[in-house]
C-alpha cells in the first residue's frame, strides 16, 4: 500500500510536525538510510517515507539518483495532506569494497522544494581490514600513505608504515595466512600457537620500495571459507588510477585458484553505450588473460574474461591487464585494470564467475 492518511505511526506524526512547522514542505524519514555492512555484488532495498505536512496532496515530478546503481519508482505518485507516502528504493552494489554512497532527488509538481534521500554503507567480505588514517584518526578500509591534500605540501609527510585491523564482521574465528604473499607481522602476542581469532593486527610497510613497486592495493589471504583473499586500497601519489575506459569497478578478485587452471570472471562497463571491448592482455608473465565475450544494454556492458596462472605460480599474485576498447565515435582507447588472487596448488575449481571489485 502506498498512501497512507490514517493510522499514522507515531514516529511518523513528529515528522509531519515538523514538516507543518515548514509551511508545507515535503520532508523524508530517515534522510539518510544507513545500510551498514553490505555483501559485495548484492541488491539492497530500503523503504523510507516522503512525509508531507501540507494541506493538499503534492505529486511527484521526478526522482533523480547520482547513479545507475540506485533505483526507485516514484514519478507520478502522490504524497497525501497531512501523511506520508512510503517508497523502497533498491541499490545494486558491485563486488568493490569500501564506503558506498549513492542519493536520490525528488523533485514535485507545484513549487515544494526539492527533497534528497541519502543511502550510504561499507561494501565489505566477511572479513574486513582497516588502518588509522593519519590525517583524522579515523579507522577506515584503505591505507592513506598520499597525505592531506588541504595542507602545504610537504606540510604532513604521510606513514609509509602503520598497522591494519582485521576483523571477521560474521564472528567466525579465522587465521592470517599471508600479507602480500609474506608471512604476517602481527602486533604483539604471535598467534601461531593459539586457536583461530576473529580479530587481529599486523603490520605494513612500504619503506624503501620505488615509486613502481608500490602495490596499488595491498591484498590479504585468510583460511576464512568466504574472505579468503581480500584487499584494502592503497592511497599513494604513485598508485593513482585515471582510466581512460568507462569501468565499473578497478579491480577483480579472483579468490583462491589452482595454476593452471581458467578461471572466469566478470568485468562490468557502466554508461557504456556504444563501447566494444577489443582485446585484453595481462601485463604479467605469471597470468594470461583472454576475451571470453561481452554483453551490454542501453546503460552498461559486463565482460566476461578468464585468467590461467602459471603453472609455476604461487602465493599472492596481483596483476595489471591491459584493456583496449573502441568508443562510440570509433576512437580507440587503453586502460588498466587489477586482478588479484591466491594461487594454491590442487585448489579446487571456482566457480564460473567471480566477483570483482573497485
Known amino acids: 500500500m502506498e498512501v497512507y492518511s490514517r493510522k499514522v505511526p507515531v514516529a511518523i506524526l513528529a515528522i509531519v510536525a515538523a514538516a507543518i512547522a515548514q509551511l508545507g514542505s515535503i ?15 548484492s541488491t539492497i532495498t530500503r523503504s523510507f517515507q516522503l ?15 547520482t547513479c545507475t546503481c540506485t533505483t526507485v519508482e516514484a514519478a507520478g505518485k502522490i504524497v497525501p495532506a497531512r501523511g506520508f507516502l512510503e517508497l523502497p528504493l533498491t541499490m545494486k552494489v558491485a563486488a568493490s569494497t569500501g564506503v558506498k554512497v549513492a542519493a536520490v532527488t525528488f523533485t514535485f509538481v507545484g513549487g515544494p522544494p526539492p527533497v534528497t534521500v541519502e543511502m550510504k554503507g561499507e561494501i565489505a567480505y566477511p572479513v574486513r581490514a582497516t588502518a588509522i588514517d593519519f590525517t583524522n584518526g579515523a579507522a577506515v578500509p584503505y591505507i592513506n ?13 604521510p606513514p609509509l608504515t602503520g598497522e591494519l585491523t ?4 560474521d564472528g567466525h574465528p579465522f587465521r592470517i595466512e599471508s600479507v602480500m604473499g ?19 593486527k599486523v603490520r605494513y610497510s612500504f619503506e624503501g620500495l620505488a615509486c613502481e613497486q608500490v602495490p596499488p592495493f595491498l591484498v590479504i589471504a585468510t583460511d576464512h571459507p568466504k574472505a ?6 592503497v592511497r599513494h601519489k ?4 585515471a582510466p581512460q575506459l568507462p569501468f565499473a569497478e578497478y579491480r577483480a578478485n579472483l579468490g583462491v585458484i589452482a595454476p593452471g587452471v581458467r578461471t572466469a570472471f566478470d568485468f562490468e562497463f557502466k554508461k557504456s553505450s556504444g563501447w566494444k571491448v577489443t582485446a585484453v592482455q595481462s601485463r604479467d608473465p605469471r597470468v594470461a588473460v583472454e576475451l571470453l565475450d561481452q554483453r551490454s ?31 562510440p565515435s570509433g576512437g580507440t582507447r587503453s586502460s588498466d585494470f587489477w586482478i588479484y588472487f591466491n594461487a594454491v596448488a590442487g585448489a579446487a575449481a571456482p566457480p564460473p564467475t567471480q566477483n570483482a571489485g573497485s
Open 166 to 169: 582485521v576483523t571477521a564482521i
Open 297 to 327: 544494454d542501453a546503460d552498461h556492458a559486463m565482460i566476461s574474461l578468464a585468467a590461467t596462472a602459471a603453472a609455476t605460480a604461487r602465493g599472492i599474485v596481483l596483476v595489471p591487464v591491459s584493456m583496449t576498447a573502441t568508443d
Open 51 to 65: 512525509v508531507n505536512g501540507g494541506s493538499t496532496p503534492v505529486t511527484i515530478a521526478s526522482a533523480t539518483p
Open 238 to 241: 604513485c598508485t593513482k588510477i
Open 145 to 157: 600513505a598520499f597525505g592531506d591534500p588541504t595542507l602545504p605540501q610537504g606540510a604532513a609527510a
Open 182 to 200: 609474506r608471512a604476517p607481522v602481527f602486533v604483539g602476542a604471535d598467534p601461531a600457537s593459539t586457536s583461530p581469532q576473529t580479530t587481529y
Open 228 to 233: 579468503p583473499v581480500i584487499d584494502l586500497r
Open 27 to 41: 520532508v523524508a524519514h530517515p534522510p539518510v538510510i544507513d545500510l551498514g555492512f553490505i555483501e559485495p555484488r
